[in-house]
């Protein structure tokens, strides 16, 4: 499979799953984030160990209702750049009937992505940069106009190719992305959505 249709499946899989999530809860809230390791770690951080990391942040989501309790879906993509080391970008899917302040909720998993990692994490809260299309923080279910510069700036960034960690990989289970899986489907109940 070329780097093309990698990135085209990713894209196209993860648009059907935030529809799918879409039609599940009438907002979203969209965290993005990005995850990495503070000098000197993030020379020597393996991505096992940053894959442990955030499996560990994924798995403890339970026990930290006051960060993830109304989480729906996640997306991270794994990175490796000389200057930056293994860095993860995420977005953080969030029932937006439930969860409103979209930069204090990616202040509030960086601080933990810090906690995890023992002091070597550090975070970058997407939400306090200005952007001139901005398709994260809240999304409501019929704005179509902010689900495609979703579709179109934030997700298809998160599913390109470059920057891949192919050569990193010491363990074939290790992937460079991830997603949440797709919500069951259900029978109909209340009002239909316009």
């Known amino acids: 499979m070329s780097h093309n249709k990698k990135s085209d499946k990713r894209l196209n899989s993860t648009k059907e799953y935030v529809d799918a999530l879409s039609q599940k809860h009438s907002k979203l809230n969209i965290i993005r984030i ?3 390791y503070d000098k000197p770690h993030s020379q020597t951080t393996t991505l096992g160990e ?3 990391d955030f499996n560990h942040m994924l798995n403890n989501a339970r026990s930290k209702p006051s960060i993830f309790k109304h989480k729906v879906g ?3 993509k794994r ?6 080391g293994i860095h993860l970008h995420a977005m953080f899917i ?3 009937q439930k969860v409103q302040k979209d930069a204090f909720k990616a202040d509030q998993i960086g601080k933990y992505w810090e906690e995890i990692t023992e002091g070597k994490g550090s975070y970058h809260n997407c939400h306090r940069n200005k952007y001139e299309h901005n398709g994260i923080g809240m ?7 902010k689900r495609k510069i979703l579709y ?12 891949d960690i192919e ?3 010491n363990n074939p289970k290790d992937r460079a992305f991830t997603r949440g899986s797709l919500p069951k489907k259900e029978g109909k109940k209340g009002r239909p959505r316009s």
């Open 74 to 76: 996640y997306v991270s």
């Open 152 to 163: 179109d700036k934030v997700i298809s960034y998160l599913c390109k190719d470059e920057q």
């Open 79 to 84: 990175e490796y750049t000389e200057d930056k």
């Open 139 to 145: 999304l409501e279910h019929n704005d179509s106009d």
């Open 94 to 96: 969030f029932d937006g």
């Open 50 to 52: 940053a894959n442990n």
């Open 167 to 169: 050569a990193m990989k």
């Open 34 to 36: 990005d995850l990495s």
